[in-house]
């Protein structure tokens, strides 16, 4: 045990009557929800970068935070590992996350910075086995370094595409040896500012070849995991590649990877594509590419990424539904891409915005859970398109019908179609009584 959150002991669930701000009042690990215990259900992870790498920071002003792990040397690295799985055992979480540079300092070379990830890596399996905590993902920071400024995979430099790919194999290794079961690539800065000095054709044969690479890489070493692309729409570059799920549908299609790689999906990227998160999990659901969620949220005043911890049960609500429907998690988690807030400086402020996080997921799932189980909402969405059913709509679906045709038997049959309510407010109701 560490010193930095001595007198936190391990959270208890407690119910929904609790006014303990250090117990759960919804997340209860071992109950049962459509036959599966919540913790099975949820999968929690802890982000790494936000809750140990984070200073406190944000784009107008700098470190408010004072942790004793803050150093640029592996002394620092290993205390911040300690202090990293008493975080994790004492929130009961079953799963963690990282970038390569949240948990080790950048060496002097490629080799240097290799052999000090291993060397983190031989830390985390001493904790891993000490705690029982597992990894959910690992992925490589390429876009911190200011190498990165122009894209990794994407870069007009092949040499840093060629470090890039480098420090992914870094990363995958590590990623196998420590058990992980995804590893998950996101474009930070795959995109351009303008294309006045872009090719944009270049740069996506670019990505997709790295894509291609990982993929053929994870064969090669028998990783059992998926491999995630991550979408991002914007912030900082102008125009990324990853905008949202569809749009990585089609980028993975091009280079024949749809079937190889899957999304992982974080609420704040979705809303500044300008949709819903649950939008972009039924999009991921209905194309087959559903893997993972980080979730978080933004603040609908601020136009940047700000990955606040989640509050809201009928958001969370509905994106469970669409994780249920696509048949839960199997290799994918919930990990908590958020970050507590920059005034929030004491050390138990980071078990308040996880238990806030946790608590709301699980309030999300069982309500989920329940409409599942009532079958209302879904039966009315049967209703709306059962005329689909019908013979002559199945012959217009699977292309036995020509346009002209079609267009016969409108005629012929003096069809003038009326329209039916699509009782949105009435389906918006609905789920309230369950949340």
């Given at each position: 045990?560490?010193?930095f959150f001595?007198?936190?002991d391990?959270?208890?669930?407690?119910?929904?009557?609790?006014?303990?701000p250090?117990?759960?009042?919804?997340?209860?690990?071992d109950?049962?929800?459509?036959?599966k215990?919540?913790?099975?259900h949820?999968?929690f992870?802890?982000?790494?970068?936000?809750?140990?790498?984070?200073?406190?920071?944000?784009?107008?002003?700098?470190?408010?935070?004072?942790?004793p792990?803050?150093?640029?040397?592996?002394?620092?690295?290993?205390?911040?590992a300690?202090?990293?799985?008493?975080?994790?055992?004492?929130?009961?979480v079953?799963?963690?996350?990282?970038?390569?540079?949240?948990?080790?300092?950048?060496?002097a070379?490629?080799a240097?910075s290799?052999?000090?990830?291993n060397?983190?890596?031989?830390?985390?399996?001493?904790?891993?086995a000490?705690?029982?905590v597992?990894l959910?993902?690992g992925?490589?920071?390429?876009?911190?370094n200011?190498?990165?400024?122009?894209?990794a995979a994407t870069?007009?430099?092949?040499?840093?595409?060629?470090?890039?790919?480098?420090?992914?194999?870094?990363?995958?290794?590590?990623t196998?040896?420590?058990?992980?079961?995804?590893?998950?690539?996101?474009?930070?800065?795959?995109?351009y500012?303008?294309?006045?000095n872009t090719?944009?054709g270049?740069?996506?044969?670019?990505?997709?070849?790295?894509?291609?690479l990982v993929?053929?890489?994870?064969?090669k070493?028998?990783?059992?995991?998926?491999?995630?692309?991550?979408?991002?729409?914007?912030?900082?570059?102008?125009?990324?590649?990853?905008?949202?799920?569809?749009?990585?549908?089609?980028?993975?299609?091009?280079?024949g990877?749809e079937?190889e790689?899957?999304?992982n999906?974080?609420?704040?990227?979705?809303?500044?594509a300008?949709?819903?998160?649950?939008?972009e999990?039924?999009?991921?659901?209905?194309?087959?590419?559903?893997?993972?969620?980080?979730?978080?949220r933004n603040?609908?005043?601020?136009?940047?990424?700000?990955?606040h911890?989640?509050?809201d049960?009928?958001?969370?609500?509905?994106?469970?539904?669409?994780?249920?429907?696509?048949?839960?998690f199997?290799?994918?988690?919930?990990?908590?891409?958020?970050?507590?807030?920059?005034?929030s400086l004491?050390?138990?402020?980071?078990?308040?915005?996880?238990?806030l996080?946790?608590?709301?997921?699980?309030?999300?799932?069982?309500?989920a859970?329940a409409?599942i189980?009532?079958?209302?909402?879904?039966?009315?969405v049967?209703?709306?398109?059962?005329?689909w059913?019908?013979?002559?709509a199945?012959?217009?679906?699977?292309?036995?019908?020509?346009?002209?045709?079609?267009?016969?038997?409108?005629?012929?049959?003096?069809?003038?179609?009326?329209?039916?309510?699509?009782r949105q407010?009435?389906?918006?109701?609905?789920?309230?009584?369950?949340?």
């Open positions: 045990m560490t010193e001595a007198g936190i391990r959270i208890a669930h407690e119910g929904p009557e609790s006014t303990n250090l117990a759960f009042r919804h997340y209860d690990p109950e049962v929800v459509l036959g215990r919540m913790e099975e949820l999968r992870a802890v982000a790494y970068w936000h809750s140990l790498a984070f200073e406190g920071l944000d784009p107008f002003g700098g470190r408010t935070f004072d942790r792990w803050y150093g640029d040397d592996m002394d620092h690295a290993r205390l911040k300690d202090v990293a799985f008493e975080l994790f055992s004492k929130l009961g079953p799963y963690f996350c990282f970038h390569d540079a949240d948990v080790r300092p950048e060496g070379s490629h240097e290799t052999a000090r990830l060397a983190i890596a031989d830390h985390f399996e001493t904790k891993m000490e705690t029982g597992k959910l993902w992925t490589a920071n390429l876009f911190s200011r190498r990165f400024m122009a894209g870069n007009p430099d092949p040499d840093v595409f060629a470090y890039a790919a480098a420090t992914i194999k870094a990363n995958m290794d590590v196998q040896r420590l058990g992980g079961e995804n590893y998950v690539l996101w474009g930070g800065r795959e995109g500012e303008t294309l006045l090719d944009l270049a740069e996506l044969d670019q990505m997709g070849r790295m894509l291609s993929v053929e890489y994870k064969h070493i028998g990783f059992k995991g998926a491999i995630l692309l991550e979408p991002k729409p914007q912030e900082p570059t102008k125009h990324q590649y990853d905008f949202d799920v569809a749009t990585c549908y089609g980028f993975l299609k091009r280079y990877l079937d790689v899957k999304v999906i974080e609420v704040g990227h979705a809303f500044l300008g949709h819903s998160f649950e939008h999990l039924a999009m991921a659901r209905t194309l087959g590419i559903f893997g993972s969620i980080d979730m978080n603040d609908i005043q601020c136009g940047w990424d700000t990955d911890f989640p509050n049960p009928r958001e969370a609500t509905l994106a469970y539904y669409q994780i249920l429907k696509a048949g839960g199997t290799t994918g988690g919930t990990n908590f891409d958020a970050k507590i807030r920059r005034q004491d050390p138990v402020d980071l078990f308040h915005g996880h238990i996080g946790m608590d709301t997921c699980a309030r999300g799932l069982k309500a859970a409409m189980g009532d079958g209302t909402h879904d039966a009315f049967a209703d709306r398109y059962a005329g059913q019908g013979a002559e199945q012959a217009m679906l699977k292309g036995e019908r020509s346009l002209d045709q079609i267009a016969d038997r409108v005629i012929s049959e003096g069809i003038e179609p009326q329209p039916r309510s699509g407010e009435y389906l918006e109701g609905l789920v309230n009584r369950f949340v």
